[in-house]
């Protein structure tokens, strides 16, 4: 029997390319197609067949931010067609049985957790919480993949010796993503601690110092305050500006909201270190994040004269003119003078700045919340009816 070349071809054609494309037809694009709870000595096998890397998401019936991930993250079809393609992807709930074993087997301990499991086993890479903006995940994961940029690669390249920026940062950031607090800021702080103005006019060890340094009172971020202008020059004024103000901003929200535990005493020394630093009359924004520094300390020590006074110049002077979240900070003290005091004139003050945050507050429901505040203190101060009528504004506020 004698076939055509026409018919030859075809069928190579149909032979050679047809699995591929069927193949191609079961990846799914419109989300990370996971295997749900498999039993693990299969997905074990599966990798090791395949060679494969095996990305497990670790998560919990109750954990709402797992549930974000997979519905905001998880159903991106650049996500799905990269996952898709390049790992297995399974999940396991980490309160069931199997997902109990390999949470205790890799150490996990919040939700969620995305491990990057080798074929062998071998954890090399580990993503912990949700990431729902921007490409940050996404980027994250594609680490796990790329010679010399896994976790597990890095810390293999450390343990060399490595210590070039690139390196360094991507180290630091693998840590980060990992959930290893006290080892990032460890290997942090070695790091910066041999950095020098110099360091700091080269743009890859900026980088690192953008991204890690977070002690406003430490050698280096004094380094960078005293030669602003000269790192600036090189790196970008703004930049250089925008991470000072960053940083200390950080620290005042984090005095602020300290609570001392076991071991763990509030730093009064870095307190006032910080409001000495403060007094620097070249740095931007002084005179907002020194005013806003001090009032935390006055409401931790109680010296409420001393905030009371202070805020009232704040606000006739008008330095907090250009804070973003001015009217959220007034009624914080306000709230402060309320919780303790029963002195009137500082009650009176206090009302004053509710009544300023009331009067100029835009936004209903952050009205609402100001309102209430206001009846509060009307109410310290015996004046019911008067509060009595704060309380409904707030209701009908919060029902815009």
């Given at each position: 029997?004698?076939?055509?070349?026409?018919?030859?071809?075809?069928?190579?054609?149909?032979v050679?390319?047809?699995?591929?494309?069927?193949?191609?037809?079961?990846?799914?694009?419109?989300?990370?197609d996971?295997?749900?709870?498999?039993?693990?000595?299969?997905?074990?096998?599966?990798?090791?067949?395949?060679?494969?890397?095996?990305?497990?998401?670790?998560?919990?019936?109750?954990?709402?931010?797992?549930?974000?991930?997979?519905?905001?993250?998880?159903?991106?079809?650049?996500?799905?067609?990269?996952f898709?393609?390049?790992?297995?992807?399974?999940?396991?709930?980490?309160?069931?049985?199997?997902?109990?074993?390999?949470?205790?087997?890799?150490?996990?301990?919040?939700?969620?957790?995305?491990?990057?499991?080798?074929?062998?086993?071998?954890?090399?890479?580990?993503?912990?919480?949700?990431?729902?903006?921007?490409n940050?995940?996404f980027?994250?994961?594609?680490?796990?993949?790329?010679?010399?940029?896994s976790?597990?690669?890095?810390?293999?390249?450390?343990?060399?010796g490595?210590?070039?920026?690139?390196?360094?940062f991507?180290?630091?950031?693998?840590?980060?993503?990992?959930?290893?607090?006290?080892?990032?800021?460890?290997?942090?702080?070695?790091?910066?601690?041999?950095m020098?103005?110099?360091?700091?006019?080269?743009?890859?060890?900026?980088?690192?110092?953008?991204?890690?340094?977070?002690?406003?009172?430490s050698?280096?971020?004094?380094?960078?305050?005293?030669?602003?202008?000269?790192?600036?020059?090189?790196?970008?004024?703004?930049?250089?500006?925008?991470?000072?103000?960053?940083?200390?901003?950080?620290?005042?929200?984090?005095?602020?909201?300290?609570?001392?535990?076991?071991?763990?005493?509030?730093?009064?020394?870095?307190e006032?270190?910080?409001?000495?630093?403060?007094?620097?009359?070249?740095?931007?924004?002084?005179?907002?994040?020194?005013?806003?520094?001090?009032?935390?300390?006055?409401?931790?020590?109680?010296?409420?004269?001393?905030?009371?006074?202070?805020?009232?110049?704040?606000?006739?002077?008008?330095?907090?003119e250009?804070?973003?979240?001015l009217?959220?900070?007034?009624?914080?003290?306000?709230?402060?003078?309320?919780?303790?005091?029963?002195?009137?004139?500082?009650?009176?003050?206090?009302?004053?700045?509710?009544?300023?945050?009331?009067?100029?507050?835009?936004?209903?429901?952050?009205?609402?919340?100001?309102?209430?505040?206001?009846?509060?203190?009307?109410?310290?101060?015996?004046?019911?009816?008067?509060?009595?009528?704060?309380?409904?504004?707030?209701a009908?506020?919060?029902?815009l």
């Open positions: 029997m004698k076939f055509s070349t026409s018919f030859l071809l075809l069928t190579s054609f149909m050679f390319h047809l699995p591929f494309a069927l193949f191609a037809q079961q990846i799914r694009y419109d989300r990370v996971f295997d749900d709870n498999p039993a693990w000595s299969d997905i074990l096998e599966k990798a090791d067949r395949t060679g494969k890397i095996i990305f497990l998401d670790g998560y919990t019936s109750w954990c709402a931010p797992c549930k974000k991930m997979d519905k905001e993250v998880f159903t991106r079809p650049e996500i799905a067609n990269y898709n393609q390049k790992f297995i992807n399974v999940k396991y709930d980490m309160e069931l049985s199997q997902g109990d074993f390999l949470k205790d087997k890799y150490g996990v301990q919040v939700f969620p957790t995305y491990l990057f499991i080798s074929p062998n086993g071998q954890e090399i890479h580990r993503i912990v919480g949700a990431h729902t903006t921007g940050v995940f980027d994250w994961a594609k680490m796990a993949v790329t010679p010399g940029r976790r597990a690669d890095l810390e293999q390249r450390y343990k060399n490595e210590r070039n920026p690139a390196m360094m991507d180290y630091m950031l693998t840590l980060r993503m990992a959930g290893e607090q006290k080892k990032e800021e460890e290997i942090t702080k070695n790091y910066l601690s041999l020098t103005k110099d360091h700091f006019m080269d743009k890859s060890y900026w980088a690192a110092a953008k991204m890690f340094l977070n002690n406003p009172t050698r280096e971020f004094k380094i960078i305050i005293d030669n602003r202008e000269e790192i600036g020059e090189a790196v970008g004024l703004a930049d250089v500006d925008a991470k000072l103000y960053e940083t200390i901003d950080k620290q005042i929200k984090s005095n602020i909201s300290f609570q001392p535990y076991e071991g763990h005493p509030f730093d009064k020394q870095a006032l270190d910080l409001i000495e630093l403060l007094r620097n009359p070249d740095l931007p924004n002084r005179n907002e994040l020194l005013a806003r520094a001090k009032a935390a300390h006055y409401i931790r020590n109680g010296d409420l004269y001393d905030l009371a006074y202070m805020v009232d110049a704040l606000i006739e002077f008008r330095i907090l250009h804070y973003k979240n009217h959220a900070e007034l009624d914080y003290y306000a709230i402060s003078i309320s919780k303790v005091a029963l002195d009137e004139l500082l009650l009176r003050k206090a009302l004053k700045w509710s009544e300023y945050v009331c009067t100029n507050e835009t936004k209903h429901s952050e009205r609402a919340n100001y309102l209430k505040t206001k009846a509060i203190l009307l109410e310290q101060l015996g004046r019911a009816a008067e509060a009595t009528e704060a309380k409904k504004q707030a009908a506020a919060e029902k």
